[in-house]
């Protein structure tokens, strides 16, 4: 493994545990890989998502920070901007220069500066406010735009799942 | 985690929280360690030399602002190197000390609280002698301890931290290539400068510390300090033939010159001596000579200023396969004979021992050349892991995975299988009536949801 993304996601959780955010827990899932995460992240408030606890997987690669992670949700979720595999599909999870959807500005990408914590932020900020535009779930992106009252219904529906309801 | 793992946070239960924010702002933003070697882009964000410089070969831009960026114009972010160290050798007296101090402010409060109660007991006793006793609730909520952990405000001053460095950089760097623009002429105090930045890399050859701090220090300051002429750095571009930055309003007459130069037999400051023509203009920054004449011919490298240089980056589309080889070999660097090996595969090695060789002369204490190949070796193993795009856990057992999941991978198959007959269905009735109805596609959407496991059976 790599002894400097170890260090450097060493420093990471450290800064996570002793610092919580709100909403946001991370960890390595094992002491022996310190390159795979799981986190939980909570529904933003006032939206349909609220009261969800959504778990994923961050899989950091080898070159990390140079590289972006990918984060991956292991929960059902309905969200225009998250692949139907639960592969999350946001600008500061793309390395500058490529483009999936031809949408994102250079200055919203993946910077080696970034952290597990401004992800996970993202990703809450994502939740509530979901750009149908660049959308990676075709589907939830026409439901979202067309028929919200149906998707907020099937969002309710998938927080009350994530919490064992 | 270990006490041995330093980490700006350990300053938050102490009587001074703020201190983390300094420590972060001493802490380079890629590795999250303090600076080695700190280099400074030209838009006055400062990270380590090898960071930077592995960041920049991977986009040139700067990690933090986003702005295009070139390894040239790095320069030494010498006061960060002295912050650093001096940090670095009291940190740990220091966070003792906090941590002691923390200790004694508890005991004492712990001991106030004993005396407000006794003293309480006391009233008490007093007040039911005296047969009143009504407000003793009252007195109970009084006492309630004024202990209130202290863990909130930290958040505030986190968000400061980094400006720091970002207000003292960009002078310097624009004085040191503003000095650049000025042209051919003034080479002699170009010359100087960098002669300076030379010196850096093994100060403990020629000063002690100490005459380093008082003798070395001054002298960059005067030298650094000649040409003011206030240059944007984003005007300034570099010379194809010469390498050197100049103002983009004046380049193409520089350039000119310099092409002419180079055709007319007498050698030139640019083009006349080792650097071997194959390399990129970069190779030639000026290095220090004590006697330069005004003449500027520049004599030839001695063995020693060679190993000095920074390496050029080059261009990949220029470089043949064949040079690559050599060029490793040359330096020592194993690659295989038979060719097995891609131009890109040589080509990023190439470019990741530039990157530490680079960063290892700004370093306060060069390694050997050995040293730094086995650094590239390990990099290399590193980053061979990563050749599958997607990063497995390495203790991940298929096997074992699947057999004890086999019901729910079953389970998602019949399911999928049954989504997938039924997507059939209600295609074949949207072809029917040519109008599919939004409540079928939310069904086959979560349906879709669950199913990605199914690849792994």
């Known amino acids: ?165 | 985690m270990d006490a041995d793992f330093p980490d700006p946070t350990d300053w938050i239960p102490t009587p001074v929280p703020g201190l983390q924010a300094l420590e972060t702002s001493l802490r380079c933003q890629v590795c999250k360690e303090f600076f080695t070697a700190p280099k400074v882009t030209s838009c006055g964000h400062t990270f380590c030399s090898l960071c930077i410089r592995r960041c920049l070969s991977v986009s040139s831009k700067c990690p933090t602002c986003m702005k295009p960026d070139e390894e040239p114009r790095l320069r030494d972010n010498v006061i960060f190197s002295e912050l650093v160290s001096s940090f670095t050798a009291i940190r740990k007296q220091l966070l003792d000390t906090l941590v002691k101090e923390k200790e004694k402010e508890e005991a004492r409060k712990q001991a106030e609280e004993v005396a407000k109660r006794e003293a309480e007991a006391r009233t008490r006793v007093e007040k039911r002698s005296s047969g009143d006793r009504g407000d003793e609730d009252e007195i109970m909520e009084d006492a309630e301890p004024p202990h209130r952990p202290r863990g909130k405000r930290r958040r505030q001053d986190g968000v400061t931290p980094r400006r720091t460095q970002e207000i003292e950089a960009p002078r310097r760097s624009t004085r040191t290539s503003s000095q650049r623009t000025n042209s051919r002429i003034s080479s002699q105090t170009v010359v100087s400068l960098d002669s300076d930045d030379d010196g850096d890399f093994q100060p403990n050859e020629e000063f002690s510390d100490d005459d380093f701090q008082s003798s070395a220090r001054p002298k960059r300051k005067t030298a650094t300090r000649v040409p003011d002429t206030p240059t944007k750095d984003s005007s300034l571009m570099a010379c194809p033939v010469c390498g050197r930055l100049k103002d983009i309003s004046t380049i193409e007459a520089h350039a000119n010159r310099c092409l002419e130069a180079r055709r007319s037999p007498s050698p030139t400051p640019g083009v006349s001596n080792g650097a071997s023509s194959s390399s990129s203009p970069l190779k030639r920054q000026p290095v220090s000579f004590s006697n330069v004449s005004k003449s500027q011919h520049r004599p030839p490298y001695t063995a020693e200023e060679r190993e000095r240089l920074r390496l050029p980056k080059g261009n990949a589309s220029l470089t043949k396969e064949a040079d690559l080889r050599k060029k490793l070999r040359d330096i020592g660097i194993r690659c295989d004979v038979k060719g097995k090996e891609t131009k890109q595969v040589l080509w990023a090695r190439l470019q990741e021992w530039i990157n530490i060789w680079n960063a290892n002369l700004d370093s306060d204490n060069p390694k050997t050349k050995m040293a730094l190949i086995r650094d590239l070796e390990v990099y290399e193993r590193n980053q061979q892991n990563q050749k599958p795009s997607v990063v497995q856990d390495k203790g991940f057992e298929r096997e074992a995975w699947s057999s004890s999941h086999n019901n729910e991978f079953e389970a998602l198959v019949a399911s999928a299988r049954k989504s997938a007959a039924q997507k059939k269905e209600n295609a074949e009735e949207a072809a029917a009536t040519d109008r599919p109805s939004d409540s079928t596609g939310v069904q086959t959407e979560l349906n879709g949801i669950g199913s990605p496991e199914i690849i792994e059976t």
């Open chain 1, 1 to 165: 493994m790599a002894a400097k993304a170890v260090r450097r996601l060493l420093s990471e959780y450290r800064e996570l545990i002793n610092n919580e955010t709100d909403g946001i827990y991370a960890g390595p899932i094992s002491e022996d890989n310190f390159m795979l995460w799981e986190c939980l992240i909570a529904g933003p408030p006032d939206t349909p998502f609220e009261g969800g606890m959504y778990s994923a997987t961050l899989t950091f690669p080898d070159d990390y920070p140079l590289s972006p992670p990918t984060l991956k949700f292991t929960c059902d979720i309905l969200h225009p901007n998250v692949y139907p595999d639960g592969t999350v599909c946001i600008s500061i999870l793309h390395p500058p220069g490529d483009d999936p959807n031809m949408y994102e500005s250079a200055s919203e990408r993946w910077s080696p500066i970034q952290s597990v914590e401004k992800v996970l932020l993202s990703v809450m900020s994502m939740l509530a406010e979901p750009n149908d535009e660049s959308g990676a779930n075709v589907d939830a992106s026409k439901m979202f735009r067309e028929d919200r009252e149906q998707y907020e219904k099937i969002v309710r529906r998938c927080a009350r799942k994530t919490v064992g309801l």
